[in-house]
């Protein structure tokens, strides 16, 4: 091989690795790219979840605040027109109101006039009589005494001291009169009104009057639908998973039940309401607005996620398992429920908690079987009627009252808390469950 030929070989290998460095160059960089822009979608979508997370906790927080305003009550009964508690008829007809406008005018004195005195008595709730009612009824040896007691404000007193409410602006154009801020300034200055701790939002159902509304009845709701809906979805699903995996022979029928539930998992929740609607409440005429059959309807829903989960869990159980349980003699039954089972649990119950998150956030399905309905109630059972929370928050958006904008995403701070409570629950579940081969 002579030199010149030796010098060409050696030219064409300079360039092939030119070439092959040019390519791999091209390569990496290509790669650097799509790291980068993987970064910067992860950094997108984080600073948008962010976004709403931080609107939502703002506007949230002071739901978990109230106002109140401390009052001399004088248990007159002459004002309330009652001098037996223990007479149904003078009960019915006492001015529990006229304690609470005595002890405004006993505080105000100098408030005059009728539109003058009617916002002042705008100060407190329209319903504080009530908690004054039942305070007397527990302790008849009040009626004649006077004391000391906390009554909760008015949901726009309550902005005024979150500082929701602009003072600058005329006084035509806010719903605060200038004399009620005067008079706020004033119980402010003696201490006589403060902010605490709202348990009301945690402790009662839902109201009309926003400082009264609590989200108790829409989370007992939410628990007696989610109890319904596993006890039927998971052992159900798991059955199917079990059957269709390890049982069912392989023919048309077969596939024809797999593909039906596959495509049961993305139809829209909506039409799972209106199946409800049709089967459960026109057919069996199960209690409308009850979470028995919110149970049902989302049972239906989150099986094919459930089955889908379950198989895959099943899948993912290595053959060698079952070939050894069965080399060992268990029959195929043992080796399902002894061997494949237990390892395929976490796997399972990780799908079904996940199915169940999904649940508890579902609100068109329940709406189409009447959990829409105002109930102020508390269930007792699931046979009562009830709502649930996605079904609250979307009632206190549809209210014009500016409190009930706090109270709706307070509900859905509430309703994320379950919902990452759920999550982590079943990581935990899938950690603590979990076994290596």
Sequence with gaps: MTDQTLNAIERLAETKNE?????????????????????????????????????????????????????????????????????????KWANWRGLITEALADRFPDVSGRQEVRQRNALVSSISEYAIRDRLLAHPDLLGTSEDIWIIADDEIDAVM???????????????????????????????????????FFTVGDSREPEQAGIRGAMIGSLYTLVVTLLLSFPIGVSAAIYLEEFAPQNRLTEIIEVNINNLAAVPSIV????????????????????????????????????????????????????????????????????????????????????????????????MIGMVAFIADIPSSPLDPATVLPVQVYLWSDLPERAFVAKTSGAIMVLLGFLATMNLLAVFLRKKFEKTW
């Design 19 to 91: 070439r092959m460095a040019k390519n791999l160059k091209k390569r990496y960089a290509k790669e650097k790219r799509f790291q980068v822009y993987g970064i910067v979608s992860i950094c997108i979508g984080m600073a948008f979840l962010a976004m709403l997370l931080g609107t939502i906790f703002h506007g949230g927080s002071s739901s978990f605040l109230t106002t109140e305003i401390k009052l001399t009550i004088n248990y007159d009964p002459d004002v309330i027109g009652v001098t037996d508690l223990t007479d149904e008829d003078q009960l």
């Design 272 to 367: 799972f309401g209106l199946l409800g609607l049709a089967v459960f409440i026109n057919v069996f005429h199960l209690p409308r607005s009850a979470p028995i059959v919110g149970g049902l309807v989302l049972t239906l829903m989150t099986l094919p996620t459930i089955i889908i989960s379950s198989r895959s869990a099943i899948k993912a159980v290595p053959p060698s398992i079952r070939e050894a349980a069965l080399g060992l003699g268990a029959s195929k039954m043992q080796m399902v429920l002894h061997h494949v089972l237990p390892l395929a649990m976490p796997g399972m119950l990780t799908g079904t908690i996940i199915g169940m998150a999904q649940a508890l956030g579902e609100t068109a399905p329940l709406l």
């Design 162 to 200: 979150k500082g929701q409410t602009d003072r600058t602006l005329p006084e035509s154009e806010r719903r605060v009169t200038d004399l009620q801020f005067s008079l706020v300034d004033s119980l402010e200055a003696e201490g006589e009104i403060k902010q605490k701790f709202n348990t009301i």
